[in-house]
Structures are given as C-alpha cells and as structure tokens.
C-alpha cells in the first residue's frame, strides 16, 4: 500500500527488525547462524488467512526470527505463493539494492567464519575495503547471501567506535546490525519522507573514492550518503542516491518475491490516536517502492 508521507500524524519510535523474504527459509538460517553469528529466537508457521491479512499474500508461510546482538531479522518463506528469485545481474547502484550492514569487532575474523560457509558471493573486489576520512574511515565489505540479499560486514576504526557499540560484548565477531541502506533516486525527496515518519538526518557525505568502486563493484561511483535515525533504535536507515544510476526504478516487485526485503518499524506511542500495541499493520511503500511496514504487533 503505498501512502503520503505524513501517514496521518503517525510517526515511528524506531526500527524494530529487518524482514527479508526467502525461497528456503530453514535452509537460509543455517546461513546465517553458522556464517554471521545469529541465532534463532522463534519459529511461526502463518495460516493463510493471517499471511493474507498481514502480508497481502494468500496461502500458508513461514517465519524464522533470528537475533543478533539486541537486532533481529526475520526470514518470510511464502510457502504456497512462492515469488520470484532475486534478479540475477543486479548493480549496487540499482534501485532494488538494499542491504543491511553487520558491525564486526574484528574483520580479519569475521572474514574468516564467513569463508568457511558456502553458497555467498562477493560484491567488493580485492576483499574488506578502508574508505576515506570523509566516510568515516570504516572498513566494510558487501556480498550476497545463498539467496542473493545483499550484506554489509563493517568495522568502526578504534578511535571511532560510536557509543553503543562500545557497549556491545559478544562472543563472535559479530556485534549487531547498524543500519539498512536502500538506493534512491533523489536524496531530497526521500529524506522528506522519513523524515515525516520521525526520522532526523544524522549524518551526510558524498562518496567518489576509488576505494568505494571496489566496495561496490561499480566504476566510478558517485554517490550521496545520508544516515537517518530513528529516536528510539540502534539501527538507523542509510540513503544511497548514485549519480548517473538508471532511470528505471528496478521495483518491480511482488511482496512474496526474493528481493521485497521490508523494514518493519515500531510505532511512536504518542502519535497513536489508540493505546499503544493496539492496531494493525500498516503496510507502505517509500517513494522509490521500497517495502516499510509499521507494526502495533508483531508483524
């Protein structure tokens, strides 16, 4: 359901998990348990009318939450409606591109336990890359998951490792997750809109080098970062708008397919005209038809 930007005076308290849709579920989370760190927390199978009511798509599905540090992510396999695969030859300065990035403690690790798991691929070229001072000298690395998701490992510099990060023990490299970026094709346009929902710009800057060519697999790159948070979560939303990226909006996606990754936020309890954890599940789409949802339950 796509929607205005006010969205009625409703406005978000922060962002509550990522939902990422899969062909295979159960065989996903191994993935993700074994090469990230995650674990499972839940696992629910939808009746059909709850996956309608919920999701807009008819028949049975299932559900695999999973837990990384105080971050969760949740795995959607439509097991009746099954969509369409991730498309194959897809560009990080594509539209359909959204990922969301995994804070390591240690790179040279967390590269290591990714390598022993099979079925991903890299995006960055010549392994983890070390932007710029004007990127927040942050050493990242992009590959896809077995199912062709897009992830982010990122490693803060010592010196500048944000506050709850410092505060985040764990037993593998793996801390938590930062943030999910999504291209865009006007920065002013998008950021209106989440702005509308309760979100501040917190952080902007405009990324050229050679060293984020190799982070995205793209020649030349020029691309506009704009971070914005949420009042009340870690995980923030990253704006990417590429100079020169293809008019077509590469958002031709069904809500049961590969690609229709869905960040699903809590509502801010006094912007509710109802008492709080009460309501449905208002499903929307940002300007540039990525999938949000705002959820007075657990959706």
Not at 112 to 126: C, D, F, K, R, Y
Not at 135 to 162: C, I, M, N, W, Y
Not at 247 to 273: H, I, K, W, Y
Request: glycine share 8%; charged share 20%; hydrophobic share 40%.
């Amino acid at each position: 359901m796509a929607i205005g930007a006010s969205m009625d005076g409703v406005r978000v308290a922060g962002l509550g998990h990522v939902r990422l849709c899969s062909a295979q579920a159960s065989v996903l989370v191994g993935f993700y348990e074994t090469a990230l760190g995650f674990h499972e927390t839940a696992v629910e199978h939808l009746s059909g009318a709850r996956s309608q009511d919920r999701f807009d798509v008819s028949g049975r599905s299932l559900r695999i939450t999973l837990e990384l540090g105080a971050q969760r992510i949740k795995l959607l396999q439509f097991v009746d409606q099954p969509g369409r695969a991730y498309p194959a030859g897809s560009l990080s300065s594509d539209r359909i591109f959204q990922h969301f990035a995994i804070v390591v403690a240690d790179m040279a690790a967390a590269m290591a336990q990714l390598s022993q798991a099979p079925g991903w691929t890299p995006i960055t070229l010549g392994g983890p890359q070390r932007l710029p001072a004007s990127s927040g000298s942050v050493t990242a690395f992009k590959f896809r998951d077995p199912e062709g998701h897009p992830l982010e490992l990122l490693q803060f510099p010592a010196d500048k490792v944000p506050a709850y990060w410092q505060r985040t023990q764990a037993q593998s490299p793996f801390l938590g997750i930062d943030h999910s970026a999504i291209c865009v094709a006007d920065t002013a346009r998008s950021v209106a809109f989440y702005a509308a929902l309760g979100l501040d710009v917190a952080h902007r800057s405009v990324n050229d080098d050679p060293l984020q060519a190799r982070l995205d697999d793209l020649e030349q790159p020029h691309v506009e970062v704009t971070t914005m948070a949420p009042a009340q979560s870690p995980m923030n939303v990253e704006l990417l708008c590429y100079r020169g990226a293809s008019a077509d909006d590469g958002l031709d996606m069904r809500a049961n397919d590969v690609a229709a990754t869905c960040l699903v936020f809590e509502p801010d309890p006094q912007s509710l005209g109802h008492p709080a954890g009460r309501g449905p599940v208002q499903n929307l789409t940002d300007p540039d038809g990525h999938r949000l949802a705002i959820a007075w339950q657990d959706a």
